[in-house]
């Protein structure tokens, strides 16, 4: 059987509040305020759409063995690469196997759930694949896509076996209907009127494909129990569900409220919300819309019950913290320069020929274990540093993201240059043995004293602005 | 086993320049600044010198690489000159350098000089700059006071000791070191502080706040070494003579083993005696040298 083995997702922990940025544009804009209702998420100044995707497949992988990946796709309309590969970075963050496939999609909002529907037809073939989906989009300040949209990741694994939601069938309709575009290299999309969008596209491509994917599957509109439709526009799920015969309580919450319209990623999103709260029998119908329309129907088995805890939305929604400094959004998000001082200008340029040998420690965060004393450190290097017996070329490699670390010193640090200070950092202990020195992110002074627990993630370390490379590894963040 | 130097180099002169921030000097005035007083204090001429070390903290921001700068600015006799270069204890490490060459009989008269001109990087603090490849990675590029105020929440976590009182404790430090300010018209920083100012002042990383944290200087020391025997054949009495002189660089097991606890700096240099001299406290390491 093929189908959705597993699901994931990851929701920065910042949460702008609409309020806010609706009243900054009061003078210009009054007509905003209708949408500053609510919260949306906002990506923290370390995070991009690789991160967010290391993020949503750990989610997604929790309690399942790795080695079961046999590729792995990233869909985005964002990503920070338009050449380096960024399902490949995300493929070394998960310290997958070098022998695992990996492509991006990207070119519109439908790559999401294409990629889950190319990946579900892959599975009879015997393909496992991790699919990612993951969006942080730029918006015009003051522009209605500001307000409405939001970041975040979700993950599916999808292959053959024992799925959690067997896969009954899938319709693609393409069409090119520009409701909005951004050409490349642009920053910002433009977009039509949204009344045309709803008449001619959400009410007649998005339900033309519906009632051709229930046809060819026997299924009819009323057996359907979960309807994901990726639209946060007020009343466009509801008006399609009721034009498609779909029950009204189907119609699943597009997250509008608090976490934004995520792009590409949303309707992976929203199937990560739902498989949450499934239960066996119930069918699923999943809509991608962007130049055209994609659906898929999905089945939920037993098998769900027996899938491992994860976060999943609500446990990601859950850790949160409220923004209300739109200038730090806007900073964050490069759409203001402010004077970052000089500091700021030390040039960590990356030799590629370092990071290649060293991809290991820095993109998966993998220590050593010495073979004869069992001393666990990071970074592995060829001497032990046990001080009883320092013997060379013991180590093996030793996996330490997934560890859970404490805090045995720390500062906060004013002076060194970071785009949120202060900086936090200092020294973790892990479970299990090993320590280094680490930086901390989406921490509260509060929140940071000796002992506390931490857990490490993949973030941005910085970015080299002069040549455009982005260098990442982990962080420590509190456990929430 | 090694006899060590107890007693085989004496200071035979030394210099120092205005520390502070001499706008108004590179970093080869300030290396003839101190070159001037200690070779006038030594009574002796430049060609006397044998061999020379070096030191600079931070290269970033002064001569570049290589000991050629000391010899151009000093117009040594085209004798060999070692860079050294170890953070903040790149002039004890010059020094020890000219202290062994004498030691050893390989030079007569061996010359240590220690230069800095930090502020000519643009910005408070020390400059920002890379650490090695690997370091770039995975390092933390925290400040200077950030990396050791961490030294702090660790103490007071090991030893049971309050927050207020740990910043209580240390302010006591820089009052001191202002006091000693004072006195000494070659200081940067001559006004006198209390306690009240110490603590309340802004903070930098914490709980380290700005009088808990070094000024940055520009500034140049030097020393001229030989053995006692010359030292008293050019004139000099009352001799000031080397005992012992440890230097320690960790080999990483703070950060990588599982052995320290955060809460000290291990002064193992202290424990390394040299050899038929009483074993030196960790109190007393730096006055060892």
Known sequence: MTGILAFGAYIPRLRLQRSVVAAAHAWFSPALRSLGKGERAMANWDEDVVTMAVEAARDCLTGLDRSTVHAISLASISPPNADRQNAGIVKEALNLSDDTGSFDLSGGLRAGTSSLIQALKAASAGQNTLCLASEIRKFRPGSEGELNSGAAAGAMLVGSGEPIARFVGSHSVSVDFVDHFRATGEDFDYGWESRWIRDEGYNKIIIGAIKKMLASSGVAAAEINHLIIPVTLRGVADGIAKKAGIAPEAVRDTLGSNVGDTGSAHATLMLAATLEKAAPGDRILVVGFGQGCDVILLEVTDAISKLPARRGVSGWLARSKPESNYLKYLSFNGLIDIEKGMRAEADFKQPMTTLYRNRKSVLALVGGRCTKTGTIQFPKTDISVNPNDRAIGTQEDYPLAEKVARIMTYTADNLTYSPDPPAYYGMIEFEGGGRMMAEFSDVDAEAVEVGREMRMMFRIKNIDERRGFTKYFWKAVPVA | ?289
């Open chain 2, 1 to 289: 086993m090694a006899k060590g130097i107890r007693d085989k180099v004496a200071i035979l002169g030394m210099g120092c320049a205005k520390f502070g921030e001499r706008w108004d000097a590179d970093a080869d005035n300030l290396m003839v600044e101190a070159y001037e007083e200690a070779i006038a204090d030594a009574g002796i001429e430049t060609s006397q010198i044998d061999a020379a070390w070096l030191s600079v903290a931070f290269d970033a921001m002064n001569i570049g690489p290589s000991g050629i700068p000391l010899a151009t600015a000093l117009r040594l006799a085209n004798v060999g000159v070692t860079k050294v270069e170890n953070y903040c204890a790149s002039g004890t490490d010059a020094f020890r350098g000219a202290v062994y060459a004498v030691a050893s009989g390989a030079a007569d008269i061996a010359l240590a000089l220690g230069v800095e001109k930090l502020k000519d990087t643009g910005y408070g603090g020390l400059p920002v700059r890379s650490r090695g490849t690997m370091f770039d990675m995975v390092g933390v590029v925290g400040s200077a006071p950030g990396n050791f105020a961490q030294l702090a929440s660790a103490y007071r976590t090991h030893h049971g000791v309050g927050a207020a009182d740990l910043k209580r404790a240390m302010a006591h430090v820089s009052v001191k070191s202002h006091a000693n300010g004072s006195k000494n018209p070659k200081a940067h920083l001559r006004n006198v502080i209390d306690i009240e100012t110490a603590i309340n002042a802004p903070m930098i990383a914490e709980p380290l706040g700005l009088f808990d944290c070094c000024g940055v200087s520009d500034g140049a020391a030097c020393a001229i070494v030989t053995t006692p025997e010359i030292a008293k054949a050019l004139g000099k009495t009352d001799l000031v003579t080397v005992k012992a002189l440890q230097m320690a660089t960790s080999n990483g097991w703070e950060a990588q083993g599982s052995g320290w606890n955060g809460s000290y700096s291990t002064p193992p240099a202290s424990q390394r005696r040299a050899p038929m001299t009483r074993r030196a406290s960790p109190t007393r390491a730096s006055s060892s040298v």
